[in-house]
DNA sequence: GCCGTTACTTTCAATTTGAAAGTTACCTGT
DNA sequence: ACAGGTAACTTTCAAATTGAAAGTAACGGC
């Protein structure tokens, strides 16, 4: 669990600042909504994933897909052949976002009056949505 | 310390969800850069913060601090007349941003290889560029 | 009064976003 | 076997955003 295990190189960052670095795989306004509805709503097809709150346009829901697959931060598992469709699964990687998802949620909690998702009793607090 | 405390009302949100909320902020490439500098890197001019290692474009930087102030997140102070000459201040909403700072800074250290900043000794560990 | 600097603002082409329509392939009923 | 429906995308395209570069305004020094 040390060092740098995602399959990037130094070029493709904007620096050596690791805050810049996550900021230019998760700095935008979708790609974490979609690791909290694979980390704690259970929603691990892309219907399932596109029916959420934010309701996130296809392709931009198809796109970073993609992307957090060539991250390594999601796999994608066939569960039904012909035609084939595909489940999202997180990896260990992705899972290791919890953290970041909890600060975010926290923040807007206490700063934005927004919902809150406790990821231990596995249901939403305070106002309801997240 | 309670409540939602940004000048912000529920309709200019995507939802209710506080980790969409914060990414309705927070979620883009520069804005935490920002705050980055000016609470670790002691960079409170226009130009020191456009000097920082990301080489922010000038109308990004302009726009962000205005969103920022507008936010409540920063402060400005003039600090020359004629012409005003402002330096940027995190205001204490600014400041609670820093453990989200460090949560992103941790885990781009782990998984990028970035460089990470320690706060309390003020100086960076590991690769640089924090 | 001309030059350089600071702090922006404006302009504009390129990129990104997101709504809607199109595509492909299966599944269900008849 | 053929029509109708659904799931999972992909494509298209107008609108919004981004970012490089040029422009502006107000000094301060010589």
Redesign the interface.
């Known amino acids: 669990?040390?060092?740098?295990?995602?399959p990037?190189t130094?070029k493709d960052?904007?620096?050596?600042?690791?805050?810049?670095?996550?900021?230019?795989?998760a700095?935008?306004?979708?790609t974490?909504?979609i690791v909290?509805d694979l980390l704690w709503h259970g929603k691990d097809t892309f219907q399932a994933l596109q029916h959420s709150?934010?309701r996130m346009p296809t392709n931009i829901l198809s796109s970073r897909l993609k992307r957090l697959v060539e991250l390594g931060l999601v796999k994608k598992e066939p569960y039904h052949d012909r035609p084939v469709r595909y489940r999202y699964v997180l990896t260990d990687?992705g899972k290791?976002?919890e953290?970041?998802?909890v600060?975010?949620?926290?923040?807007?909690?206490?700063?934005?009056?927004?919902?809150?998702?406790d990821p231990g009793a596995g249901k939403s607090v305070t106002?309801?949505?997240?």
Chains 1, 2 share one sequence.
């Open positions: 669990m040390a060092g740098a295990d995602l990037r130094p960052f904007r620096s050596r600042c690791s805050i810049a670095r996550t900021l230019d795989i700095g935008d306004k979708w974490l909504l909290r709150e934010e990687a290791s976002l953290p970041l998802l600060t975010l949620m926290n923040w807007g909690n206490i700063h934005l009056g927004g919902g809150c998702f106002a309801g949505g997240s």
